[in-house]
């Protein structure tokens, strides 16, 4: 059986990669100047979320997993700034869904723009058959951590 520090066995290296790989993230996105000033990152993935169709607050924090309370809250920055706006829902009069506005999705285009730029820098030496490789498993990574069962909260904090 190998040793828990066993550079050799590929399960123990691919968990220390990984959670490295998470840091080192994590701190580039605390670093990175912020595609609109007023705008918290937090924003962001809520405004990902609403490329494609309006959604209801609920669905976009099923899709980012966070509840619902801390989604209401940037709703209400990005409707302020100009980004989303609320629409009446057409199923359900009651409702109301968000929708993108001319100038979120400027916005959006602009942070991924510069997104790519960085990935195209960092992964300048990569083939296209490297960066699809990687792609494909770690679409296929996020989709097993995605219905995998969430592990124990004294087992979630070992992780790091």
Do not use: C
């Amino acid at each position: 059986m190998p040793q828990a520090t066993d550079p050799e066995d590929p399960r123990l290296a691919f968990g220390d990669d990984l959670f490295r790989a998470m840091k080192l993230m994590g701190a580039v996105r605390q670093r990175a100047p912020r595609a609109h000033p007023d705008v918290d990152p937090l924003g962001y993935p809520l405004m990902f979320n609403l490329r494609d169709e309006p959604r209801r607050v609920s669905e976009i924090a099923a899709a980012i997993h966070l509840d619902v309370s801390t989604v209401s809250r940037q709703v209400s920055q990005v409707v302020a700034k100009g980004f989303v706006e609320r629409l009446p829902d057409e199923s359900d009069g009651r409702a109301h869904v968000l929708a993108l506005t001319r100038a979120g999705r400027e916005l959006l285009v602009d942070i991924r723009a510069r997104r790519n730029l960085w990935l195209a820098e960092v992964t300048a030496d990569w083939t296209d058959r490297d960066l699809a490789t990687f792609d494909r498993l770690l679409r296929r990574f996020a989709d097993n951590v995605e219905t995998h069962p969430l592990l124990s909260p004294r087992d979630a904090q070992d992780l790091a």
